[in-house]
């Protein structure tokens, strides 16, 4: 509001006051408008605005036990004070003296629905999530504040996952899309042109306690590391989705199923210790994008079938993209051909060479049928 609203009179009754310690809110508040131009009003006239503390309030006996029942029942210590008439800090005092525990700031101050306990016990969902924002989410602390907050970016093309992640936390905060970086040039001279990215954020300082104590860190990047969920396959499942491949290998002779998780060192590692210890058969190949300190591990193959089933069986949630590569894998029939025998009816020695087996293969050769026995010696 600019400060020539005011009247004259209005002016030297706002001087008035003030020098009279009226506090420069309470001014606005009788004018109909905030403390900012009380303050450009007093400066005009040379006076300086002085913060007065409302101090020396004493609030009767009565009052006090009415204070703490209306903080118990939700309202704020900041709008109690206002109504009283007294500083949050007596407030502070009188609920202190009554045994009443400060609400937790972000509770107190939270306008947005989440559910803060969904990391406390974890359900298969839970677990899936805490590996989803290991490989790709972030936890980040705002020192200024000490608020907590926990973010997820992805491309436009998984913002379906985004969405059921809001869904997980039962959050009414909105996921936002924001402009595509620039096209850039790569060094093998292709055109790198990304998606428009959509970011989901929450802050609760509940959540981020929880995540890190499975070892989702703030700049985790490097140092990655589970705790405790080493060999939940939901966790894998999250992780690979988040930072990882499901994909088909493609082998010249038939395709071969592939899946692939890049991260730390030590995530990778314990990947591989989970993996070798649901598929004993894998042979894990670091894979050729590790960069850094970034590492990447592959494994191709047959035996990684009982992986993906571990990964894949009973999945609560799964990036819809993931899951269908990972399904038409399982669908196929991975099963060992039962080792085939002799065509020849009534013989079941083992397969040799043309269908039948060595010894038939044999007669096949020198008498041109595997049914005739000997040479027919003609006449003398
Ligand atoms: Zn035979």
Request: charged letters at 25%.
């Amino acid at each position: 509001m600019p400060v020539s609203r005011f009247t004259d009179s209005q002016k030297i009754d706002i001087v008035a006051s003030h020098q009279q310690k009226e506090s420069m809110r309470s001014i606005g508040r009788r004018l109909g408008t905030s403390h900012k131009p009380i303050i450009a009003v007093l400066r005009e006239h040379g006076v300086p605005p002085v913060a007065w503390r409302v101090s020396g309030v004493k609030v009767p006996s009565g009052q006090r036990k009415v204070i703490a029942e209306r903080y118990t029942d939700g309202e704020s210590a900041n709008s109690i004070a206002k109504d009283v008439g007294c500083c949050p800090l007596t407030v502070a005092k009188i609920l202190a003296e009554n045994g009443i525990a400060a609400r937790d700031i972000s509770a107190a101050t939270r306008r947005l629905q989440l559910d803060e306990s969904v990391f406390d016990n974890p359900s298969a969902e839970g677990r899936y999530w805490i590996g989803y924002l290991m490989a790709d989410g972030c936890v980040h602390k705002d020192k200024r504040h000490d608020s907590w907050s926990i973010s997820l970016v992805q491309t436009a093309t998984d913002s379906a996952h985004v969405e059921r992640f809001r869904e997980f936390l039962g959050s009414g905060a909105t996921i936002s899309t924001r402009p595509a970086s620039q096209p850039r040039m790569m060094p093998g001279g292709y055109v790198s042109v990304s998606k428009p990215p959509v970011h989901f954020s929450v802050v609760s300082k509940r959540l981020a306690e929880a995540l890190i104590r499975y070892g989702v860190t703030p700049r985790k990047s490097k140092t990655a590391k589970v705790i405790g969920l080493e060999s939940c396959p939901h966790f894998w499942r999250g992780a690979i989705e988040g930072d990882g491949i499901v994909t088909w290998h493609k082998n010249p002779s038939r395709p071969l199923p592939l899946i692939g998780l890049y991260g730390s060192l030590s995530l990778v590692r314990q990947f591989e210790t989970f993996a070798k210890s649901v598929a004993p058969g894998i042979k894990a190949v670091p894979a050729p994008a590790s960069r850094g300190s970034i590492s990447g591990l592959r494994m191709v193959g047959k035996p990684i079938i009982p992986l993906i089933r571990a990964l894949y069986d009973n999945a609560a949630v799964s990036l819809d993209r993931k899951w269908t590569v990972a399904r038409l894998i399982l669908a196929q029939d991975w099963s060992d051909p039962a080792p085939k025998t002799c065509e020849v009816s009534g013989c079941d020695r083992p397969h040799a060479a043309c269908g039948v087996c060595k010894m038939h293969h044999r007669r096949l050769k020198k008498h041109g049928s595997p049914y005739i026995r000997m040479r027919v010696r003609g006449p003398c």
